[in-house]
């Protein structure tokens, strides 16, 4: 299995707080993502990095930052959160090598309740 | 632009008994297709993947798909159902957009076996 942790596993918080969620990989993988799943919607998502520092939006980036100051961490950050961003959140990561084109390894997930 | 569609969000099937889960695509340029499984409060996993070269590949625990370009198909296939197959499954597609290989998943299929 690929080595990628994400912490925390669950969390409960309110309305208008600040959350952050860590995403760990030991594999040295340049790629990270970070995905949110919901019934119906499947994954979709909302950042991505390609590299220290570097990072893009997904198709569901408001109301979320990130930062990578480190291959093996990416922060995914609810600035205030709110109810619709409960979600189980998923970090992912890929190396752009000829014989895994696109394929990504998932984290255990992070499942957030926003009361 | 690129999109999957699955097209049951729910498949009940009698132990085993042979199950197909339906993925259509579409995209303007060449793609790459993947299978992914999702057990209970856990993250995705790779099931198989279409690269190049025979259109019919092979998966873990069993499963197949086959890859019709002429009808942007990628259905998942297994002779006999387990019990242990219950999860919900993933169809993604992932293309070259600008250098970083776009990845679009499908919004899942849940897969329930009946003992």
């Given at each position: 299995d690929a080595g990628i942790t994400q912490s925390p596993r669950h969390k409960v918080t309110e309305t208008g707080t600040p959350v952050t969620l860590r995403c760990h990989q030991t594999?040295?993988?340049?790629y990270m993502y970070w995905y949110r799943q919901d019934p119906g919607h499947g994954l979709r998502l909302i950042h991505y990095s390609y590299g220290v520092k570097d990072t893009d939006k997904g198709?569901?980036?408001?109301?979320y930052s990130v930062s990578r100051s480190k291959t093996e961490d990416f922060l995914l950050t609810l600035e205030s959160a709110t109810s619709s961003q409960t979600s189980v959140y998923f970090c992912a990561i890929s190396e752009p090598i000829l014989s895994r084109p696109g394929e990504q390894f998932f984290g255990p997930g992070t499942r957030l309740t926003v009361l | 632009a690129q999109s999957v569609t699955q097209l049951d969000s729910q498949v009940p099937v009698f132990e085993e008994a042979p199950v197909e889960l339906r993925c259509n695509y579409s995209s303007s340029v060449s793609v790459y297709l993947f299978w992914y499984v999702q057990y209970p409060n856990q993250g995705l996993q790779l099931l198989l993947k279409y690269?190049?070269?025979?259109?019919l590949v092979k998966g873990i625990n069993g499963f197949e798909a086959e890859f019709n370009k002429s009808q942007t198909s990628f259905h998942l296939r297994k002779p006999s159902v387990h019990i242990s197959d219950t999860a919900e499954y993933f169809c993604a597609v992932s293309a070259n957009s600008g250098g970083y290989q776009k990845v679009t998943f499908g919004i899942g299929t849940k897969l329930q076996v009946i003992p």
């Open positions: 594999e040295n993988h340049r198709e569901v980036s408001d109301g | 690269l190049s070269g025979s259109t």
